[in-house]
């Protein structure tokens, strides 16, 4: 549902406060911040890559999210192929899975797709930090064969503490499960401090990451995976009978980006947070008229309001689908429905765009809840 709403309402002209990225980098701004010069992309040779990824992105990934061991990175065309190549590989029919409320479409597909048995992480366990200790040690049991969670959480913006980490990964280890760990928007935390990859010191896990999120560049279409290797080597075959390999120009654009990390989602996360400050005001404000209530976002630049009158109501799905589309029409401002995350009385709400674009797309969303309010 995810990408087909975007597909029939994300157009010109619209304030779209959806988004669970940052707002993307230009050209220009990318080859000022990166220094990509005209003769670096001249000297490009537009041949072949190979099905892992070519040595200088691969190393540049490695650097930063694989303790320097660029063997255990795969790159890909954005994570969603990451995903689709290792947990196609990963996982068998009769696979007992346990897999995070509410996660990326993808992520929770692939298990199902496969036949496996899945089970779920209510996303009532997780709060202040950590997994209910409890329900960690109920659903992750001796032959549970892979844990699928997304931390910083998308849409909710909930996450794990550094105490929260270390328990989760000390049970996947203690039970032999493979930790499945999707980290798009780690590097934006607000809670605590940014979570190191879990993958980063080898062990049973693998990791997402991509440059479509933080480092505000989706239309690069760049992931990885961080895994162990024989897990890499075993998703060639597949991928040589399908994408085979990423461009050198755009790897030669990846490998610079990585290497520009900290400029690049630095800048994207100061703007976030200044949005993240107002976004906290007016939902104080709104909150107090009865007409949304929140739980703040620990990570990422997203979030999962609530529509009180869709909730008090008892609503279904349909109805905040409704809610967006009339949104959409009378103000020109996108929500994503909370029905593509398994929420019926909410939406994705996104803070990572331009201020001011931001700011109107708060005040269509104000203008027309007010309208909708209690007695009305």
């Known amino acids: 549902m995810l990408e087909e709403w975007y597909r029939r309402h994300l157009g010109p002209d619209i304030h779209d406060i959806s988004s669970s990225g940052v707002h993307p980098y230009t050209f220009a701004e990318i080859r000022d911040l990166c220094r990509i010069s005209a003769a670096d992309l001249d000297e490009i040779v537009m041949d072949d890559s190979v099905s892992?990824?070519?040595?200088?992105?691969?190393?540049?990934?490695?650097?930063r999210y694989a303790g320097g061991d660029?063997?255990?990175?795969?790159?890909?065309?954005?994570?969603?192929?990451?995903?689709?190549?290792?947990?196609?590989?990963?996982?068998?029919?009769?696979?007992?899975?346990?897999?995070?409320?509410?996660?990326?479409?993808?992520?929770?597909?692939?298990?199902?797709?496969?036949?496996?048995?899945?089970?779920?992480?209510?996303a009532t366990a997780v709060r202040d930090g950590e997994i209910d200790p409890e329900v960690l040690t109920a659903l992750v049991t001796p032959g549970t064969a892979a844990v699928i969670v997304n931390f910083p959480h998308n849409p909710s913006g909930v996450s794990l503490s550094p105490q929260g980490l270390k328990a989760l990964t000390e049970r996947t280890a203690a039970t032999g499960a493979t930790?499945?760990?999707?980290?798009?928007?780690?590097?934006?935390?607000?809670?605590w401090e940014v979570l190191p990859d879990p993958g980063a010191d080898g062990g049973d896990t693998v990791s997402?990451?991509?440059f479509s999120k933080t480092f505000g560049l989706p239309g690069l279409r760049v992931g990885w995976a961080v895994a162990p290797q024989p897990l890499l080597t075993a998703t060639f075959p597949l991928r040589d009978r399908t994408t085979l390999f990423l461009s050198p120009l755009v790897e030669l654009i990846a490998e610079r980006a990585m290497r520009a990390a900290d400029a690049l989602i630095g800048a994207r996360a100061a703007e976030a947070r200044r949005n993240l400050a107002h976004l906290t005001e007016w939902m104080a404000e709104?909150?107090?008229?009865?007409?949304?209530?929140?739980t703040p976002p620990e990570?990422?630049?997203c979030a999962l309001p609530v529509f009180r009158e869709l909730e008090r109501a008892g609503a279904g799905p349909e109805a905040v689908e409704r809610f967006c589309l009339e949104l959409l029409d009378?103000?020109?401002?996108?929500?994503?429905?909370?029905?593509?995350?398994?929420?019926?009385?909410?939406?994705?709400?996104?803070?990572?765009?331009?201020?001011e674009a931001f700011r109107a797309g708060l005040d269509g969303l104000s203008a027309f809840l007010r309208t909708r309010g209690p007695g009305r």
Not at 86 to 95: N, R
Not at 179 to 191: F, G, K, P, S, Y
């Open 179 to 191: 930790l499945v760990w999707d980290a798009a928007t780690a590097e934006i935390a607000h809670r």
């Open 70 to 122: 660029a063997d255990r990175v795969l790159v890909t065309h954005g994570s969603s192929e990451a995903i689709a190549l290792t947990l196609g590989t990963l996982l068998h029919p009769g696979d007992r899975v346990v897999v995070q409320e509410g996660i990326y479409h993808s992520l929770g597909h692939y298990p199902r797709a496969a036949g496996c048995e899945v089970v779920t992480l209510p």
């Open 286 to 294: 709104h909150e107090a008229l009865g007409l949304v209530r929140w």
């Open 299 to 301: 990570g990422g630049v």
């Open 208 to 210: 997402y990451g991509t």
């Open 52 to 63: 892992q990824g070519g040595a200088g992105i691969r190393e540049a990934i490695a650097d």
């Open 330 to 355: 009378r103000h020109r401002t996108l929500l994503v429905p909370g029905t593509a995350f398994g929420a019926p009385h909410g939406a994705r709400l996104g803070f990572g765009g331009p201020e």
